[in-house]
């Protein structure tokens, strides 16, 4: 059986795509610090707001971590796709030869590891200050790593599909956050589950399934929204 010969070709264009993403990244790195900013303010904010008794904020920790994640993804993605099309980039993306959901793919994934992993890496200690049972930390980060790969993907979408749209970045919270509303339901119930004595394997499961559909699904969205906004 022979090797298809467009696959090395399409590998080192996303891997060429990935590189530009993440040196962009780099060059607008206050976006990412924004976001992490964000994201440890609005969870320091909550001890402030009701109190520091360990009980109830070992209880709400999960839900404050995974409603602060999702919120603080939202940040960087209106530049997503924004920069490249209005200095006409994305012309030059869309016409390059590569298959348009390898783009969004590459975007998706940049916005990942820029936003979502730094995420997942400083939740454990933020969880720590909300007394989250250690017990609940693995199960809290089980969560966090598909759920943010979700929340990229969904973010990735949205930023697509708002592309070129007056007012975007009001519209671009309005479709990505009910979209996100099943993710932030199984992975704060994953951590929660534990803390009371259960099993998050369920809400895992069911995290892991959700992310199953969404690789395939979302960059086939996304690429028919950017053709229709190239077109």
């Not at 070709?9 to 992490?36: I, K, N, P, W």
């Not at 995290?207 to 929204?225: F, K, N």
């Amino acid at each position: 059986m022979q090797d298809d010969p467009e696959g090395p070709g399409l590998r080192r264009g996303f891997l060429a795509l990935l590189m530009r993403e993440l040196r962009l990244s780099v060059r607008h790195g206050g976006d990412t610090l924004a976001a992490l900013l964000f994201f440890v303010l609005v969870i320091a904010l909550f001890p402030l707001a009701i109190g520091p008794e360990p009980k109830m904020l070992a209880r709400i920790a999960p839900g404050i971590i995974w409603v602060a994640a999702l919120l603080a993804a939202l940040l960087p993605l209106d530049r997503l796709f924004g920069a490249d099309f209005e200095d006409g980039s994305l012309d030059h993306l869309l016409l390059s030869g590569l298959p348009v959901s390898l783009l969004v793919a590459a975007k998706a994934l940049a916005h990942w590891l820029v936003t979502g992993l730094p995420l997942c890496l400083a939740a454990v200690p933020l969880a720590v200050m909300l007394r989250l049972p250690d017990a609940a930390l693995p199960a809290l980060l089980g969560g966090l790593l598909p759920g943010t790969v979700l929340l990229s993907l969904l973010g990735t979408t949205g930023a697509a599909i708002v592309l070129g749209a007056r007012r975007a970045a009001a519209l671009l919270p309005l479709i990505v956050l009910p979209l996100a509303t099943p993710v932030l339901i199984f992975g704060a119930a994953a951590a929660d589950a534990v803390t009371t004595g259960g099993s998050a394997r369920p809400h895992l499961l069911l995290l892991s399934a959700l992310l199953a559909a969404a690789l395939p699904l979302c960059p086939v969205a996304a690429s028919a929204a950017l053709r229709q906004a190239a077109g």
